[in-house]
């Protein structure tokens, strides 16, 4: 759909590719790579489609440029269906750059659904290569926090019952940590539409970072929006992995380009990642291996995710 659509036309452009059956319902494309230059892209949607998407997308491929690359990402930055933006700066960020590389991600304007409209200024140097990772020490959890949005027409009170729902919810698990979760309405020249939602983050003693989050819509109660978010952050907490369920399949691809061996420890493995290892190995010469998490109780079902990169060198250096 759109966002695919997009994501493929900024890879195009970022490589000065050749894209065949570029097009809304197209079921075949045929993608030939030229070389990758960086440089300043913008990426449309036109729709909610989701920035964060595009940013998956493009990233890969602008760590391995010629030069830094600027990428104007424009649609929904906190939809449905993909990770929000606050999951990719409070979450996805901290641990992607483990990897070795850094980015800049400024959120210029927010957008929902159904309108869009929002846009993220992305920054990236290339790199010559890519560091493996290893996560696979949880920690104990030492901090919870997060931020409940509302924007355009919504009231401040809505934030305010979707962060003490969440506290609420947390607290029957988790009575003696201190959690902060900031009401917030999103300024009005800062946000396009109206929409709201929360993102709860715990951080655990050895750095790792797991999340729940929720958005509201028309007609959810603002408590259950609350609710949701904390019960999706309790479920990935009780698994005991390193990474939350929407984290997991986002470092595959990292994984594989990168040098060495990475490990991480997850819950179970969603079928997102699945098919992320899939295709990872076909395309490069990377091997994964996933194994049953052995010196657990055996009541968690925890996972080790293990990589052969194919240690990718950017020809560029």
Known sequence: RPQHLSGLEIIRDLCEGKLEGGEIGSTEITFTPGKIKGGTHIADTKTAGSVCLLMQVAMPCVLFAASPSELRLKGGTNAEMAPQIDYTVMVFKPIVEKFNFTFNCDIKKRGYYPQGGGEVVVQMSPVKELSPINLTERGTVTKIYGRAFVAGTLPIKLAKDMSAAAVRCIRKEIRDLYINIQPVREPDDQAF??????????????????????????????????????????????????????????????????KGVSRVK??????????????????????????????????????IIECQGMGMINPNF
Do not use: W
């Open 193 to 258: 539409g109206t929409g709201s939602g929360i993102i709860v983050v715990a951080e655990t003693s050895t750095g790792c970072l797991l999340a729940g989050s929720s958005l509201g819509k028309r007609g959810k109660n603002a408590d259950k929006v609350g609710i949701e978010a904390a019960e999706i952050l309790l479920r990935n907490l009780k698994h005991g992995g390193t990474v939350d369920d929407s984290l997991q399949d986002q470092l595959i691809v990292f994984m594989a380009l990168a």
């Open 266 to 303: 997850s819950g179970p493995i969603t079928l997102h990642t699945q098919t992320a290892i899939h295709f990872a190995e076909q395309l490069t010469k990377a091997k994964f291996t996933v194994t049953k998490s052995e010196e657990e109780d055996p009541s968690k079902d925890t996972y």
